[in-house]
């Protein structure tokens, strides 16, 4: 262990023993495997020194760049005091502050936080409060969920049943519970004279005609609010929350806010809620909301809710748990990502740390071979047109490989290549990122 190596001696161990996620391992005999020895800013290292951008956070986790001195200096100071304890029956400092000034963040809106380790186990949490919310109601019958075409909300096997990504639904498909599938309100949709306000309006009528039929037997809808991200950053108007907070109180139906990718500022507010005045019912919360350093995730939920599950009887109590729920050093990590967001001012220099990006992508977003150029706060995509078909289908993979090439680390989805970097980047970052992205583009789709 303690020899040094090199990246090749690593990566030939790693692919004898580690079973690496959302990979089809075989693809390892062309696609490149980096080992990774250590990270500062927005940089990943190999263990020859080569170097890598993070253009998208490490899976859209990291805002603050690897081995950021506060969050480390954060979880030093934890680390010695208490590295976990359970949370049944106990509570400690790092939890309760968290759930404060998360509280606080939702003007209290939804003051109650319910805690585990990753992303879809929130959404598993969200699902299964909303329907023992209506049950405890007397409303056993509403069982039902609701997502949009394109959704992803995570894959375990409830969360699974929420996302329309056939390549991760189609192969578990008889492992699941049907949901209600509606049209994505995304602004590509728009036909010839129409606005992203209309392709909204139009999305909300189907949900409408749905929660017509079947609202009595519909527990509640989960979106991905102002941007699909897994399904390829797929962008809408704000105006599609407020209009669906205003059905799902017409029809009894809860409104689940994963903000899992696009929460902790990602689109510009810290909330993506916020950018349509309402709130949810249920909102999920996990990737950034540790800075990218630890597993953590957590719904928040309104007063409501937590009052229809308080009772002397068990069984009306909410009936889950995860060994390492609030986890304290977790917890540190969020808390001092949170302080980073007051002390930095982050939001309002992320606007303009976004307004430069998009300039210095401009000569992208007008490529005779990109389409659907878009962008909201610290969100960019663009489409590849790609006319053919195995080119197109393998243009992800090679993007990736000639983007390592070329010292950066971006994974298109499809043909749609995205940056999502930490909220970090230097004047000099800035620009080689796009000049990096538009090298790679310029070779993949010429070669
Ligand atoms: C990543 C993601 C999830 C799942 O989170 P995991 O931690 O990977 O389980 C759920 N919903 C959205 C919107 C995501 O982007």
Redesign the pocket.
């Known amino acids: 262990m303690h020899k040094p190596q090199s990246s090749s001696d690593w990566i030939a161990r790693s692919l004898r023993s580690v079973w690496h996620p959302c990979t089809q391992m075989q693809h390892h005999e062309e696609v490149p495997l980096i080992a990774v020895s250590h990270g500062k800013g927005p940089w990943l290292y190999d263990h020859e020194g080569r170097r890598y951008l993070d253009g998208i956070s490490s899976?859209?986790v990291n805002l603050f760049g690897h081995a950021n001195p506060r969050i480390n200096a954060a979880l030093k100071d934890q680390l010695d005091r208490l590295e976990h304890a359970m949370l049944a029956g106990f509570t400690h400092e790092p939890v309760i502050a968290l759930s404060e000034k998360l509280a606080a963040l939702t003007g209290y809106n939804l003051g109650h936080a319910f805690y585990a380790s990753?992303?879809?186990?929130?959404?598993e949490i969200a699902m299964k409060m909303s329907f023992h919310f209506w049950r405890n109601g007397g409303y056993s019958a509403k069982q039902e969920f609701v997502c949009l075409q394109g959704s992803?909300?995570?894959?375990?096997i409830g969360?699974l049943s929420v996302t329309d990504v056939p390549l991760f639904k189609d192969a578990y498909g008889p492992l699941l519970r049907a949901a209600h599938v509606v049209p994505a309100p995304d602004a590509r949709n728009a036909q010839e004279g129409e606005s992203a306000q209309d392709v909204a309006r139009r999305a909300i009528g189907d949900v409408r005609s749905l929660f017509e039929q079947r609202g009595d037997r519909i527990a509640a809808i989960i979106v991905?609010p102002l941007v699909q991200?897994?399904t390829g950053m797929a962008m809408y108007d704000p105006l599609y929350l407020e209009l669906l907070r205003e059905l799902c109180d017409q029809h009894h139906v809860h409104l689940i806010a994963?903000?899992?990718?696009?929460g902790c500022g990602r689109t510009g507010t810290f909330f993506a809620c916020e950018q349509a005045a309402i709130w949810p019912d249920f909102l999920?919360l996990?990737?950034g909301i540790s800075g990218g350093y630890l597993?953590l995730?957590l719904v928040l939920s309104s007063d409501a809710v937590y009052q229809a599950f308080y009772s002397e009887d068990i069984t009306r109590g909410f009936l889950h748990s995860h060994s390492y729920t609030g986890n304290p050093l977790a917890c540190r990590a969020a808390l001092a990502t949170l302080d980073i967001f007051e002390q930095d001012d982050v939001l309002n220099r992320n606007r303009e740390l976004a307004t430069k990006l998009t300039i210095a992508l401009a000569p992208l977003a007008e490529h005779e071979r990109v389409r659907h150029f878009r962008q909201r706060g610290m969100i960019f995509a663009f489409d590849a047109v790609e006319p053919d078909a195995a080119r197109a289908s393998s243009f992800a993979r090679r993007f990736f490989t000639a983007a390592v090439e070329h010292e950066l680390l971006l994974r298109p989805i499809g043909r749609t290549v995205y940056l999502m970097p930490p909220y970090v980047l230097d004047e000099e970052e800035v620009a080689g990122l796009a000049a990096r992205t538009q090298k790679v583009f310029d070779t993949v789709i010429a070669h």
Request: aromatic share 12%; charged share 20%; with cysteine.
């Open positions: 899976w859209w990753d992303g879809a186990s929130a959404v992803y909300h995570g894959e375990t969360a991905e991200c897994a994963d903000e899992i990718a696009v999920c996990s990737k597993p995730s």
